[in-house]
C-alpha cells in the first residue's frame, strides 16, 4: 500500500479574483474515495479544490490527503498530503508540495515552477538539497496533471503524451484510453467511465509500484471514480464514495439517500 505510479494521479503568477467560469473542475469541490488492499478497507482519501490567496494574488488549491485507518497503522501507516497551487488561466503549477509518511518512510519536499526560465526549483526538505530541473511550457507535478486532465476530452482508442515531474526528474506520461464501462457505486446510479491504462515510472498517490487501470465518468466533470491497481503483494483499489460541492449536476441530484 502507498502511493500511485501513474498519476491520473498550476506557473506564471496572475492577479485578480478566481472565477470558475473557464477551469475545468468546480471550486469548493470534494472527492471521498475509499482504498482497499487485498478486498480490505484500510485507508480513505480526499481531494478537494479551492482557492488561496498569496501576496495578493489568487490562485486555485488542490489537496489530495490520504490515511490509513487506526487498526492498519500497524502494518503499514499512511499519512499522505499533496497541494498544489495553480494558475487560474493556465492551471500551470506555481507551487507543489508533498509531504509523505509511509512506513517507516518519510518524504517532504516542495517544487517551484518558474516557466519564464524553463526551470522547476525542487527542494528535499529532509536533506536541505535544492536542485533546479529543466521543464517545458507544458510541464506539470503529477496531481495539476490530473486535475488538467479532466479538461481533456479524450475518446476511446485514443493516446496523448504529457511531460510530467515527479521524483526530481521530468517523465513522459502516456495515457491510453480504451472502451466504456459502466462502474457500480455505493452512493449513486452506474456511472458510465472510460477505462484508461496510464504508463510512467513514478511515485505518485495511491500504490508504490505496480500496473494500474483507472477509469474515469463521462459527465463534465470527468472525476476518477475506480481505480485498481497490482503491487507486489496483492491488489489495491480506490473507489469514490461520494461528490461535494460544485455545480448542480448528476453527482448533487442522482446521489442515493
Known amino acids: 500500500m502507498g502511493r500511485f505510479l501513474s498519476a491520473i494521479t498550476i506557473g506564471l503568477c496572475l492577479s485578480g479574483a478566481v472565477t470558475a467560469a473557464s477551469l475545468p473542475f468546480p471550486l469548493n469541490e470534494r472527492l471521498d474515495y475509499h482504498i482497499s488492499w487485498n478486498g480490505i478497507l484500510v485507508a480513505w482519501s480526499v481531494a478537494t ?4 490567496e498569496t501576496n495578493g494574488t489568487n490562485y486555485v488549491s488542490v489537496k489530495v490527503e490520504t490515511h490509513t ?6 502494518f503499514y501507516k499512511v499519512n499522505d498530503l499533496h497541494e498544489c497551487l495553480l494558475d487560474p488561466e493556465t492551471l500551470l503549477p506555481v ?17 517551484t515552477f518558474d516557466y519564464a526560465h524553463n526551470t ?3 527542494e528535499n526538505l ?6 533546479n530541473i529543466p521543464v517545458s511550457l507544458d510541464t506539470r507535478d503529477y496531481v495539476s496533471f490530473m486535475y488538467f486532465m479532466r479538461g481533456q476530452k479524450l475518446e476511446p482508442e485514443m493516446t496523448t503524451t504529457w511531460p510530467v515531474l515527479a521524483d526530481n526528474r521530468v517523465y513522459q506520461v502516456q495515457v491510453h484510453a480504451e472502451n466504456i464501462e459502466e462502474i457500480g457505486l455505493s452512493n449513486y446510479p452506474d456511472v458510465p467511465s472510460l477505462r484508461i491504462e496510464p504508463e510512467a515510472e513514478f511515485n505518485g498517490l495511491f500504490v508504490r509500484n505496480g500496473k494500474a487501470t483507472l477509469w474515469v465518468s463521462r459527465d463534465a466533470r470527468r472525476i476518477l471514480t475506480y481505480m485498481k491497481a497490482w503491487v507486489p503483494f496483492g491488489r489495491v483499489t480506490v473507489k469514490l464514495q461520494d461528490v461535494s460541492g460544485g455545480t448542480n449536476d ?3 441530484t442522482e446521489k442515493k439517500d
Request: hydrophobic residues 35%.
Open 49 to 52: 479544490t479551492g482557492t488561496v
Open 69 to 74: 485507518y487506526p487498526f492498519f497503522d500497524m
Open 95 to 111: 507551487r507543489f508540495e508533498k509531504n509523505m509518511q509511509e512506513g517507516w518512510a518519510h518524504y517532504h519536499e516542495v517544487t
Open 120 to 122: 522547476a526549483r525542487f
Open 126 to 131: 529532509e536533506t536541505g538539497s535544492i536542485t
Open 250 to 252: 448528476f453527482w448533487t
